[in-house]
C-alpha cells in the first residue's frame, strides 16, 4: 500500500495546484466581481504551503536547507539573466559616468562573481542531493489495518488509538451500521486544560468530523473495501501531521482493544 504520507503530499500539491489556478483566474477578472476573491485564496495558499513544507520536512529533514538553496540559485540565475539582457540589476553602472571600457570590465567582473556563486550554490546543493536521508516518519506499520479489518469482520467490537495516555487523548473506534465509526472524546477537557485549541476542533470539522455534542467529535465513513480502509489511514496522517504536531504524539501512541 502507498505510504500514507505520500498519499497526503500528493492531496496538498493537487489543492495547492487548484488554488494557484484559481487565483489566476480571479486575477484575470480584473473587471468583474471575482477579482477580490483572489486574497482569500492567496490566504488558503499560503496555509496549504505551510502543511505541505511541513510534510516535505518530515519526508526529507534536508528539505529546508534544499529549498533555502535552490531559492538561491533562482535569485542568482534571474540576476545574471539580468545583466546579460542589460535590465534593472545593472542600471546603475550604466549611469556612471566613466568610460564605456570601465563600465564592460565592471559589468563582466560582476557577471563572473555571480556565476561562481552560482556554481558554488548548485554544488551545494547536488551534495546535499546526494546525502542519504533518513525520514522523520517511521516506515507504515500494517497493525493498525489488520485491526480496522477485524472491526469491519465483526472479530472485535471496539478499540482505541491512543495519542497521548498522559493526557487522556485517544480516537474510539466502533464498528456500526456497515460504518466504521471515529470517536474523539473528553473535548471539554481537552479545551479547559489546553492540550486542544478552538481552531483545531474547527479544522477536524473540515476534514469530515462531526460535533455530536459538546464533548466529543465524531467521523463515520461506510466501508465496502481496501480502499476504504485507506481512507482512514490517510484521514489520521491529515490529524497527525495536519491538524496536530507529530511530535504531540512521539513514543506515546499506541491500541488499546
Known amino acids: 500500500m502507498e505510504n500514507n504520507l505520500e498519499l497526503c503530499i ?15 483566474e480571479c486575477l484575470d477578472d480584473v473587471e468583474g ?66 568610460s564605456e571600457t570601465i563600465k564592460k570590465n565592471w559589468l563582466s567582473h ?7 556563486k552560482l556554481n558554488d550554490l548548485k554544488t551545494k546543493l547536488d551534495q546535499l542531493n546526494k546525502q542519504p536521508t533518513e525520514s522523520t516518519l517511521h516506515t507504515e506499520n500494517p497493525i493498525l489495518t489488520y485491526i480496522l479489518r477485524d472491526l469491519i469482520e465483526k472479530r472485535i467490537t471496539t478499540f482505541k488509538l ?25 473535548i471539554r477537557f481537552l479545551l479547559k486544560n489546553h492540550h486542544l485549541w478552538k481552531s483545531q476542533i474547527d479544522h477536524l470539522q473540515k476534514i469530515g468530523f462531526i460535533q455530536v455534542n459538546s464533548n466529543r467529535l465524531q467521523y463515520s465513513l461506510r466501508i465496502s473495501n481496501i480502499e476504504d480502509i485507506n481512507k482512514i489511514n490517510l484521514l489520521l496522517t491529515k490529524i497527525i501531521y495536519e ?9 506515546e501512541h499506541f491500541i488499546e482493544y
Open 162 to 186: 491512543i495519542l497521548n495516555r498522559s493526557i487522556n487523548f485517544y480516537l474510539h473506534f466502533f464498528y456500526k451500521k456497515n460504518q466504521v465509526n471515529i470517536m474523539f472524546p473528553n
Open 243 to 251: 491538524v496536530f504536531f507529530e511530535d504531540q504524539f512521539r513514543n
Open 10 to 24: 500528493a492531496c496538498y500539491e493537487q489543492e495547492k495546484s487548484q488554488l494557484q489556478l484559481m487565483i489566476k
Open 110 to 116: 560582476l557577471e563572473n562573481d555571480l556565476s561562481l
Open 33 to 98: 466581481p471575482y477579482y477580490l476573491t483572489a486574497h482569500y485564496y492567496q490566504q488558503a495558499l499560503f496555509k496549504t504551503s505551510r502543511i505541505l513544507d511541513r510534510l516535505y520536512k518530515i519526508k526529507d529533514p534536508l528539505y529546508p536547507n534544499k529549498g533555502s538553496i535552490q531559492r538561491q540559485i533562482s535569485k542568482y540565475e534571474t540576476r545574471i539573466k539580468e545583466f546579460k539582457n542589460e535590465g534593472t540589476a545593472n542600471d546603475y553602472i550604466l549611469k556612471l559616468k566613466v
